[in-house]
């Protein structure tokens, strides 16, 4: 990052390194080249952000908890990506992130912005169906990307993210990630995860898009007793513990980053496999809404530019490029 970092962040680096210790005043000072006073006001501003520090009057300061917070100090030092979160906006309480990043984005935020925020009071879902964000439980999280795809090639941008956390979720957590078309993650037919994209386009070209992702984390079964239209479930639910989210915002920002350079360099045909590998819907018969219609039939696959191929009853294959997918019967 071209920028420096801020003192107060190179103060914790400091702590974090000898976080059995206490690290006196007067050496801390000298070694950031700063006053005592500066450092208890650096000290002042940590603890604020929910840093837990002890002072002794004689040994000095010592740190003694990191926040369960999303917060840049304990995200931007950890980044290895070119551009993704590279901005990274961090909001205690917002209505909803990709409000948030639209808005950065019509004032010329670049590619790659991220909006994190620990709760979300509108937080919402495709057809502005609510989104259910209980405070620092979840990960509520937008990025923009601006790159210059024609409108038509930018939808599957969606898929390229449901990969990027179904990929994070199976290697790192051990899941049985799946991905219900388009915008879905699911662990055995409960979702844990949605996708919402909002694109801004020109005729011929995509401005930008914000794709916000909401992962239930920590969420207990009474954070989320919706009713929703589909069941749904938490990581912690799941592995029966506590999960770190910000160790979980870093991997996936990293794995999101790498596929989607793939996609954009290689085309949707890059994905396509592993996107029908962990597909919860292929080889079965679905119901899928879209507005007043309804297609059932069986899933066989996408298209090489990422719409859904189905075949109905009839026989006819059909391509679906969104829609809302209802119900999923295993064929017999
Ligand atoms: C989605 O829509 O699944 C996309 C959700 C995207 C949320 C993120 S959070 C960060 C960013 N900022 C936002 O404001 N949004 C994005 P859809 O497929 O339409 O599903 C919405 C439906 O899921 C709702 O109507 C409920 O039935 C159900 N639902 C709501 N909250 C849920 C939750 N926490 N877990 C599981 N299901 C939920």
Same mark, same amino acid.
């Given at each position: ?66 926040? @369960? ?28 992130? #990709? ?53 038509? =090639? ?29 915008? @879905?993650?699911?662990?055995? #037919?409960?979702? !844990? ?8 386009? @020109?005729?011929?070209? !995509? ?10 984390? #920590? ?8 009713? *929703? ?26 794995? *999101? ?5 793939? *996609? ?40 090489? =530019? ?20 209802? =119900? ?5």
């Amino acid at each position: 990052m071209a920028e420096q970092a801020p003192t107060h962040w190179h103060l914790l680096g400091i702590l974090k390194e000898n976080q059995r210790n206490y690290c006196s005043g007067p050496a801390l000072a000298s070694q950031l080249s700063i006053s005592r006073t500066s450092i208890w006001k650096h000290i002042q501003k940590l603890r604020s952000a929910g840093y837990s520090i002890h002072s002794h009057p004689r040994l000095g300061y010592q740190l003694i908890a990191v926040p @369960d917070l999303l917060l840049p100090e304990e995200i931007i030092p950890h980044l290895k990506t070119s551009a993704f979160a590279r901005t990274y906006v961090h909001i205690f309480e917002v209505g909803s992130t #990709n409000d948030h990043a639209l808005s950065l984005a019509s004032h010329g935020a670049p590619h790659g912005t991220v909006v994190v925020a620990e709760q979300q009071t509108k937080g919402r879902g495709r057809l502005r169906r609510p989104w259910e964000s209980a405070p620092h439980h979840g990960i509520y999280l937008s990025i923009i990307l601006r790159s210059p795809l024609p409108p038509d =090639q930018a939808p599957p941008s969606t898929q390229v993210a449901a990969l990027a956390l179904a990929k994070v979720l199976r290697r790192d957590y051990e899941l049985p990630a799946t991905i219900k078309w388009p915008n @879905d993650i699911l662990i055995e #037919n409960r979702k !844990v995860a949605g996708i919402l994209t909002e694109i801004q386009s @020109d005729q011929d070209l !995509v401005r930008f898009m914000v794709i916000g992702i909401g992962i239930n984390v #920590n969420h207990t079964a009474s954070d989320l007793r919706g009713p *929703f239209r589909y069941p749904a479930t938490s990581l912690a639910r799941e592995l029966q513990h506590h999960v770190e989210r910000q160790g979980l915002l870093l991997t996936f920002i990293h794995q *999101f980053e790498a596929d989607y350079r793939r *996609f954009l360099a290689q085309g949707f045909e890059a994905i396509r496999c592993e996107l029908e590998e962990a597909s919860a819907i292929l080889g079965k018969t679905v119901k899928i809404t879209r507005g007043q219609e309804d297609f059932s039939g069986k899933a066989l696959g996408f298209t090489s =530019q990422g719409a859904l191929r189905l075949l109905t009853r009839e026989g006819k294959e059909i391509i679906v490029w969104v829609g809302d997918v209802s =119900q999923v019967e295993t064929d017999l």
